[in-house]
């Protein structure tokens, strides 16, 4: 196999200036000015976890760090980790304008034990990370090495049966598009456009990308020692993806017509004993 890491952190960086133009998703300027504002994930999220206020926080693959930086507004101390130094240098500016006292390190997910000093009281993940990780197992190893006894690990993520499946635009029946059940094989795709719109192109088109099951994700926590305290899966989403949905009232997506139809993101929770 290539560097997938590489070649997927240059994709990455050159997805910044795309996602910073976009109005859809990250708007980094509206939330640095206005200091009452929580990430819409973070909002969602935080009804599942306990009290933040005080607590020690790693939010692994953060991106642009908003969701970093309203876990912070929300009285924790944060500390964001992304392997994308294009990503990392948008949030560390954004913490400064937005004045609050956060630390974003560059680091591989997999290097965030080295990256990073101490133990967390949680740590965190979110949406649109897991298919970028070849090894679940190693995921597990690494979260377990980051928490202090009593710690909690929480993940919200798309459900990966929903990246299986296609809804025709007219008719009842989910179609299976493509395999559930995933490989050692990255599936290699190339595109020149990111997964929300804005100005330019991806000129490192190419990514190394992953399908995890829902079992291999829970798995590769547990054997790593995690007890496992919650897991809830979600008939709605954070954006169609290819599906007929219907945005509803409070920003997330759903079938509307068969609102309980299949489940589009899963949240999972272990604490380290």
């Known amino acids: 196999m290539d560097d997938y890491i590489s070649i997927n952190r240059a994709n ?51 991106h642009l760090g908003l969701d970093t930086l309203s876990f912070a507004r929300l009285g924790a101390d944060v500390t964001g980790l992304d392997f994308s130094g294009e990503s990392v240098a948008v949030a560390r500016d954004a913490a400064i304008k937005a004045q ?22 949680i740590v965190y993940m979110s949406f649109g990370v897991l298919n970028w ?36 635009s007219k008719g009842d029946n989910l179609l299976v598009s493509s395999d559930y059940f995933g490989s050692d094989d990255p599936e290699i795709n190339v595109s020149e456009a990111s997964y929300i719109a804005g100005e330019g ?35 709605f989403g954070t954006f169609p993806n290819g599906h007929p949905l219907t945005q509803r009232s409070d920003g997330y997506w759903h079938y509307a017509e068969r609102p309980e139809l ?6 999972v929770q272990v604490v380290r004993d």
Not at 105 to 111: E, F, H, N, R
């Open 201 to 235: 192109k991806i000129a490192h088109s190419t990514t190394y990308q992953w399908q995890h099951t829902l079992s291999e994700v829970v798995s590769g926590l547990i054997n790593s020692g995690l007890r496992l305290t919650m897991l809830r899966e979600f008939p």
């Open 262 to 267: 299949a489940p589009l993101m899963f949240t």
């Open 100 to 121: 609050l006292d956060v630390d974003f390190v560059q680091s591989d997910v997999y290097a965030a034990r080295e990256a990073v000093e101490g133990e967390f009281d």
């Open 12 to 62: 990455w960086d050159d997805r910044v200036p795309i996602h910073l133009s976009s109005t859809q998703a990250y708007n980094v300027n509206s939330f640095v000015a206005d200091p009452a504002m929580i990430s819409r994930t973070v909002r969602f999220d935080a009804e599942r976890m306990p009290d933040l206020a005080e607590k020690r926080i790693i939010h692994l693959m953060c």
């Open 133 to 168: 990780l070849p090894d679940m197992a190693k995921l597990g190893s690494v979260v377990a090495s980051l928490l202090n006894p009593g710690g909690l690990f929480h993940l919200t993520e798309h459900h990966p049966l929903a990246m299986t499946l296609e809804l025709p």
